[in-house]
């Protein structure tokens, strides 16, 4: 079989190359998968470059997350051969996983591989984001890169629950598409103040909760943006810088900045929580409530030019592998 491997850290674009191994054979809780598609996604770049919270151990597979068919399973396994799934597991970029029969999430004949293959890191994310910021609706929540696949979710999500949005980009490209999902405000910040274009867009009440992925002087900038007693959650930094945060708004405002990783919430949350997630989840993609546009799909031969593409500014779209 044919599997993307990286033997040392580095440029994705630099260091990930397809390599043949032996087929694998699933154990007692396992079930062996074929791919049919996978994602990729900033967190799959960022551990490539060791720059994400588990380590990689070298040599490593790359990517977190796809949909495949079940080929084999193991002894223990509660999954029929065939069944079509969501999973998750390192080494996804390939034509074949094992996974744990625990991480797998039987999807709908009515939703398309496509997107099945990115129903777990991103509609996750988003979803228990907006739950954990607390924002009600008719208040303000603010979305910092939002031409992101998972800053357009967040879009489509607030806009069902009625929850009022600013979304912040760097370029003009996309404004209409982000209207079209329903954000309410688009701040360039190349262009525009942030702090002050938010107070004038919320009555200098300021904004609930701002959802933040780029850190450096914009997570600075929106850190002046929030309201009394809101909240921050970082889920990102895609700048590579640490913000300088301003100690007296935070002690004067009463603010609270978190971190946000999927990994540790999953962990965190109890059965009956990750179930609602799930069927929310899978409801708002299976239905259509919720799209998730593809700008390009790529063989594994082609891993060079698929996540230079993944990793280049002015995406619309996410970028798949299909082996």
Not at 23 to 40: F, Q, R
Not at 48 to 55: A, E
Not at 197 to 204: G, L
Not at 235 to 258: A, C, H, W
Request: aromatic share 6%; proline share 5%; hydrophobic share 40%.
């Amino acid at each position: 079989m044919k599997r993307i491997v990286f033997h040392q850290f580095g440029k994705p674009a630099d260091i990930l190359n397809p390599e043949s191994a032996e087929m694998l054979t699933p154990g007692p809780d396992e079930v062996l998968i074929k791919v049919l598609a996978s994602p990729i996604n900033p967190s799959d770049i960022m551990f490539v470059q060791n720059l994400y919270g588990i380590r990689p151990q070298l040599p490593s597979g790359a990517g977190f997350e796809g949909v495949g068919k079940v080929e084999a399973v193991g002894s223990n396994a509660k999954v029929a051969v065939g069944t079509r799934v969501s999973f998750t597991a390192i080494g996804a970029w390939s034509e074949y996983v094992i996974t744990n029969h625990r991480t797998l999430i039987p999807v709908p004949d009515a939703m398309d591989d496509e997107t099945a293959a990115q129903l777990f890191v991103n509609p996750f994310t988003a979803v228990a984001m907006v739950e954990d910021s607390g924002v009600k609706t008719g208040e303000w929540l603010m979305i910092t890169a939002c031409t992101s696949a998972l800053g357009k979710m967040v879009i489509q999500i607030c806009k069902m629950r009625g929850i009022k949005t600013i979304g912040t980009v760097r370029r003009n490209d996309h404004n209409e598409e982000l209207k079209a999902l329903g954000v309410d405000e688009i701040i360039n910040t190349a262009q525009e103040n942030l702090p002050k274009r938010v107070q004038q867009i919320t009555n200098y009440e300021g904004v609930r909760a701002v959802l933040e992925c780029v850190g450096g002087e914009t997570a600075s900038e929106a850190l002046k943006c929030m309201g009394r007693g809101a909240m921050m959650l970082i889920y990102g930094v895609l700048s590579l810088q640490d913000p300088k945060i301003n100690i007296g708004l935070m002690i004067f405002r009463e603010l609270t900045l978190k971190g946000f990783w999927l990994t540790d919430w999953m962990r965190r949350v109890d059965g009956s929580t990750r179930q609602k997630v799930s069927q929310e989840v899978i409801t708002l993609l299976s239905t259509g409530q919720v799209k998730m546009p593809i700008e390009a799909t790529y063989t594994l031969d082609e891993i060079k030019t698929a996540v230079a593409h993944a990793d280049a500014p002015g995406r619309w779209g996410k970028v798949l592998l299909k082996p």
